[in-house]
């Protein structure tokens, strides 16, 4: 979230040498697969020694997933006038300033989407943690459950099965409720014109 609401507010309201071309540079991000660069990934987090921890697993998550949360953060700054910018550089305020005491402030419902997008995102990625962990004692749950063995099941294992099936769900959806009013309110902002 920090990454992706810092680039959004630079890109948005900052002008720079490059800033259009690196924003259509990482656009084009979105369109390659997770999938398509395993390879590459495994061989770069195995050689920079994080394979098997944790960090090793947030730090692609992060970067597969702070492209869409900078998409969406864009989008919101884009919408909330330029002129409260000018004002604040008229006040004296600096860049940093204006996005902590201003911009932060008006974006609630979309730090409240993109808080909830990366955490369904993180939560149910397999394929990262299915290559990049092997220890069966740190798994996430997504990959825990896939341990189970689904042939030859007795109804106690599929009770099993689907008890950690429920547990699994229980995160995401408190993470949605706390967050229900943000999501909410980003969703009917602007939809009357006054």
Request: one cysteine or more; aromatic letters at 12%; glycine letters at 6%.
């Amino acid at each position: 979230m920090i990454i992706a609401s810092v680039a959004a507010f630079a890109f948005s309201k900052m002008q720079f040498r490059g800033r259009t071309v690196l924003y259509r540079v990482l656009l084009i991000c979105l369109a390659v697969p997770v999938a398509s660069v395993v390879t590459p990934l495994f061989a770069t987090i195995n050689t920079i020694g994080l394979r098997g921890t944790y960090i090793g697993v947030i730090l692609p998550l992060v970067a597969f997933n702070v492209v869409v949360m900078l998409l969406l953060m864009r989008n919101h700054f884009d919408g909330i006038p330029h002129e409260l910018v000018e004002a604040a550089t008229l006040d004296g305020s600096s860049m940093f300033g204006i996005f902590w005491r201003i911009f932060l402030p008006l974006s609630g419902a979309a730090l409240a989407t993109i808080a909830v997008l990366s955490f369904v995102y993180s939560w149910n990625e397999y394929l990262l943690p299915n290559l990049l962990i092997s220890d069966p004692g740190m798994y996430p749950v997504t990959q825990a459950i896939s341990l189970l063995q689904f042939e030859r099941m007795s109804q106690e294992q599929i009770g099993q099965l689907y008890a950690g099936l429920i547990l699994m769900t229980i995160p995401s959806v408190i993470v949605y409720l706390f967050s229900q009013r943000y999501l909410q309110a980003g969703i009917t902002a602007g939809a009357v014109k006054s």
